[in-house]
């Protein structure tokens, strides 16, 4: 019989993948949302071409089917890559796709006025995007962006069906050995709230502090 200490040490090292997983794929996550949010936006149509392409693909496919196929059809390709950075990949493409969207449109949603103003005062384009438009984008963004991290620590449930021993996997084999559904999964959707409550507070503070001074 499997001790309440030996299971709830097998949860904690899932954790830690989860949480490793979980880091990596929301710095992914953030980079291509950036990238592709401005390539959506440029001038040149090859750029909004390849940006429309990795919406459209990442956001109208399944993240578990994603996940399958870098894991198992990559290596018939002759590319072998390890569970971490499958897992990693899979969740920052996928979700990178519906921050790019994000991006864009908080972009998008910036008073004209205050892009008309930048030009008056014969700011390069560069600067007017830093001191001007991003600012006032990325508080219209922080919401969604915080929505979708929660939702990102969600997906990192299924990197267990590509071998990955995160939260989710040691709780399905720890309820395969001791059969105690109830008092695994239990803890499993304590451990999952622990994890996503202090994001949610985090947005939220980071919100008020970039609100501050704003009318």
């Known amino acids: 019989m499997v001790s ?18 979980l880091g990596y794929s929301v710095v992914l996550a953030l980079g291509l949302s950036f990238i592709f949010g401005f390539l959506s936006l440029s001038k040149w149509k090859i750029a909004k071409i390849v940006s429309h392409l990795y919406i459209e693909i990442f956001r109208g496919t399944s993240l578990l089917v ?7 059809s990559l290596p018939i390709l002759g590319i072998q890559l390890p569970a971490m950075l499958v897992g990693v990949l899979g969740l920052g493409l996928n979700y990178g796709a519906y921050g790019a969207v994000v991006v864009k449109t908080s972009i998008q949603a910036v008073p004209k006025g205050q ?26 963004m922080l919401p969604t962006f ?6 990102l620590l969600k997906g990192t ?15 399905m084999a720890l309820r395969s050995a001791t059969m105690e559904t109830v008092k695994i999964f239990t ?29």
């Open 146 to 151: 915080s929505n979708l991290t929660i939702e």
């Open 66 to 72: 994603q996940l399958f196929w870098l894991y198992f």
């Open 4 to 21: 309440n200490i030996a299971i709830f040490n097998s949860l904690l090292k899932g954790l830690a993948v989860t949480l490793q997983v």
């Open 157 to 171: 449930s299924l990197v267990s069906l590509v071998t990955l021993s995160d939260l989710t996997f040691q709780a």
């Open 115 to 140: 892009f008309e103003a930048s030009v008056a005062l014969n700011m390069s384009p560069f600067r007017r995007m830093r001191s001007v438009i991003l600012p006032q984008a990325f508080l219209i």
């Open 187 to 215: 803890i499993l959707l304590i451990l999952y709230f622990i994890v996503a409550y202090p994001i949610t507070l985090a947005f939220r503070w980071l919100e008020k502090k970039l609100s501050v001074g704003r009318g």
